[in-house]
């Protein structure tokens, strides 16, 4: 599925692979050549959860911000924003704080690797630590956007404790440093803030995999995107995705999974004859009545989202009372947008 948007002629024949296809990556990793596989995931990968995404358009949370009077929707994550007005984030901080949500079957095949001794390394741009939930081990992630999991001052670097940030996020208040009384914020990556060290300490692994796995993401922010770059060009990469992005289907190994990334991960298990295996231990990490919701949503995820995204937009500007000097008062001109 979704070959048809390769770049690569069908005349050009695979070179490390049998053929373009899921069918064919299952017989590589059963082929026993395979024991250094590199997971890349994005927002998509949690969507089954009830996480809205980032980019899409119509249903992904920017689009949907971008009927509050903000200077520009990704302003609720931009560290100059935040300095100036906090609350915002707070209160969005308060629909994606980790607790609220659970694994999705992605999830799980990432730690089904990492059981099977398959997982070499897993990058990730989400912030919702569903990866460790789903019981991938902590020392092969690598979350290139931060995380929930620990918080700093924006101006001292004093550590905040995790009781009483998690007590702020659940009342949406903008927590204030015990040393300084500075702002307090997740460690999660704002638009204007460096990657985190263990990024540039990870970069090394794209080179070293013998597979690569990337699923639900745009590509669209660096350094991120260039990772798929950095894998060597007969070891494949396959695309779990709704569409094509970045360069990827541009080399003979390529292989294009289109659609949601539920969907085609349950493929590859099928081909893998690993499907048992994996909804056991999937059902096993969120339980059955999650998993059911999770199944009986997929066929209107995307209306549910929007719904659902309607609400918490429509609370943000209830509890917030956004107006236009937000965006008149000259802080912030069309200029200093980023776009990433």
């Known amino acids: ?43 998509g990968i949690s969507t089954a959860a009830g996480i809205p995404d980032f980019r899409s358009p119509g249903t992904g949370l920017y689009a949907n911000l971008a009927r509050l009077n903000l200077p520009y929707a990704e302003a609720v994550f931009d560290i100059s924003y935040f300095r100036e007005r906090p609350e915002p984030f707070y209160v969005l901080a308060k629909e994606l704080y980790p607790g609220h949500f659970h694994p999705t079957i992605s999830h799980s095949f990432i730690a089904l690797l990492a059981e099977k001794g398959l997982l070499l390394h897993l990058f ?42 998690r007590e702020h ?36 692994y794209p080179s070293m995999a013998d597979l690569v796995l990337i699923l639900g993401t745009s590509l669209a922010v660096q350094p991120f995107a260039s990772l798929p770059a950095l894998v060597s060009e007969k070891v494949p990469r396959v695309l779990f995705n709704m569409e094509r992005v970045g360069g990827l289907g541009s080399r003979p190994d390529d292989v294009l999974e289109l659609g949601d990334c539920d969907s085609g991960v349950r493929r590859l298990a099928d081909h893998l004859g690993w499907r048992d295996e ?63």
């Open 169 to 204: 996020v659940q009342r949406s208040e903008v927590p204030k440093c015990i040393q300084c009384g500075g702002l307090v914020k997740p460690d999660i990556v704002f638009f204007g803030e460096p990657l985190p060290l263990a990024f540039q300490e990870s970069v090394h």
């Open 1 to 43: 599925m979704g070959q048809d948007n390769s770049l690569i002629s069908d005349d050009v024949p695979a070179e490390t692979l049998n053929e373009r296809t899921l069918a064919a990556v299952a017989d590589y990793i059963k082929s026993g050549k395979v024991s250094r596989v590199v997971v890349m995931t994005g927002a």
């Open 278 to 340: 994996l909804e056991a231990m999937w059902r096993k990490v969120v339980g059955d009545e999650e998993a059911e919701r999770q199944l009986a949503t997929s066929i209107t995820r995307a209306s549910i989202r929007h719904d659902d995204l309607d609400q918490l937009v429509d609370r943000i500007d209830k509890e917030l009372g956004f107006n236009d000097k937000y965006v008149d008062d000259g802080l912030y001109s069309e200029e200093e947008q980023l776009v990433p």
């Open 124 to 165: 990730t741009q989400n912030i919702d630590c569903l990866e460790r939930r789903a019981g991938v081990p902590g020392d092969k992630i690598t979350e290139a956007h931060g995380s929930f999991a620990t918080q700093h001052c924006i101006d001292c670097a004093a550590a905040f404790p995790g009781d009483l940030i």
